[in-house]
């Protein structure tokens, strides 16, 4: 069975950092590309950055470019999201998702709440 | 970037009720689109992707089609544990893989 679990989330201070991970199981995560989801409390859901299997590529929204840094480590099965000079406007739940054949999203994880607040 | 609209942005229906949801991308996308249904604390859930390949393990009453700029997805006879919201999201070429505003499907 697939598994996404998220961790790392919490209350921060604006201009603080945080670092998010996903602990994948149940699939040989080496061989699939991962991304980053978020949603804004009450909003929709926003990609925020994708890296594929080997690390070779790597994406991120404008939102987030020079700021956050996604990462993996295929040995320990996981993904990480580094969120430095984080704002008011990066509050919300993230998601790591498993990207597809035709990169879609099919395995979630159940997300891990960010909040950026004084 | 590719932006995408989905219409409506809220439905009401019924039990048994068919339903189309309809989305649009701002240039063509092939058939790289995918659809989500999120329920209300919970993550998302792949329904379609790939416009019309329906995901392993979801209700033949969903399907998709389209292909280019127009997509639509139908729910043939709605359940009630299919009232939530549903996300189109294109996966074309290199990111940003931009998805849908939503639409809210609630029971009439």
Redesign the interface.
């Known amino acids: 069975e697939v598994q996404l679990v998220e961790s790392g989330g919490g209350l921060v201070k604006p201009g603080g950092s945080l670092r998010l991970s996903c602990a994948a199981s149940g699939f040989t995560f080496s061989s699939y590309s991962m ?1 980053w ?1 978020r949603q804004a409390p009450g909003k ?4 925020v950055s ?1 890296i594929s299997s080997s690390s070779s590529y790597i ?4 939102s987030v470019k020079g700021r956050f840094t996604i990462s993996r480590d295929n040995a320990k099965n996981s993904l990480y999201l580094q969120m430095n000079s984080l704002r008011a406007e990066d509050t919300a739940v993230y ?1 790591c998702a498993r990207g ?1 054949r ?10 891990t709440l960010v909040t950026v607040s004084s | 970037d590719i932006q995408m609209t989905q219409s409506p942005s809220s439905l009401s229906a019924s039990v048994g009720d068919r339903v189309t949801i309809t989305c649009r991308a701002s240039q063509s996308i092939s058939s790289y689109l995918n659809w989500y249904q999120q329920k209300p604390g919970k993550a998302p859930k792949l329904l379609i992707y790939a416009a019309s390949s329906l995901q392993s393990g979801v209700p033949s009453r969903f399907s998709g089609s389209g292909s280019g700029t127009d997509f639509t997805l139908t729910i043939s006879s709605l359940q009630p544990e299919d009232f939530a919201t549903y996300y189109c999201q294109q996966s074309y070429s290199t990111p940003p893989f931009t998805f849908g505003q939503g639409t809210r499907l609630e029971i009439k």
């Open positions: 991304n989801v929709g859901l926003e990609w994708s994406y991120y929204a404008d998601y597809g035709w990169l879609q999203l099919d395995y979630w994880g159940q997300g």
